[in-house]
Nanobody, 128 residues
Framework: QVQLVESGGGSVQAGGSLTLSCAAS????????MGWFRQAPGKEREFVAA????????YYANSEKGRILISRDNAKDTLYLRISSLKPEDTAVYYC?????????????????????WGQGTQVTVSS
């Protein structure tokens, strides 16, 4: 059974930092694009960042560039998301995702539709 399990969320003060992790099991995603999305209360799930297969190229939502770093350890089948200078508007459930396809364009990686596997999410709450 394929699983993506996120961890590392929690409650933090504005200005702080968090590193989220996503551990894959059931199959290896080292050759698959993976991404992070988030969903705030009452809002749609939105793209945060993505990593091409093997992590050679990374993509970010324009609004988050500079504060967010996506990385992966393919030996551990784990994806990471480092968020710095946290703001209250970063409060959301953060989801890890992985695609079953290897041949995707970078411009496609911000779309939820290209991802076949999703984690259950980890809550991040930022207080001012």
């Amino acid at each position: 059974q394929v699983q993506l399990v996120e961890s590392g969320g929690g409650s933090v003060q504005a200005g702080g930092s968090l590193t989220l992790s996503c551990a894959a099991s059931g199959r290896s995603f080292s050759n698959s694009p993976m991404g992070w999305f988030r969903q705030a209360p009452g809002k749609e799930r939105e793209f945060v960042a993505a990593s091409s297969r093997r992590g050679g190229t990374t993509y970010y939502a324009n609004s988050e560039k500079g504060r967010i770093l996506i990385s992966r350890d393919n030996a551990k089948d784990t994806l990471y998301l480092r968020i710095s200078s946290l703001k209250p508007e970063d409060t959301a459930v953060y989801y890890c995702s992985a695609s079953g396809r290897t041949a995707l364009l970078g411009t496609q990686l911000s779309s939820r539709t290209v991802y076949d596997y999703w984690g259950q999410g980890t809550q991040v709450t930022v207080s001012s």
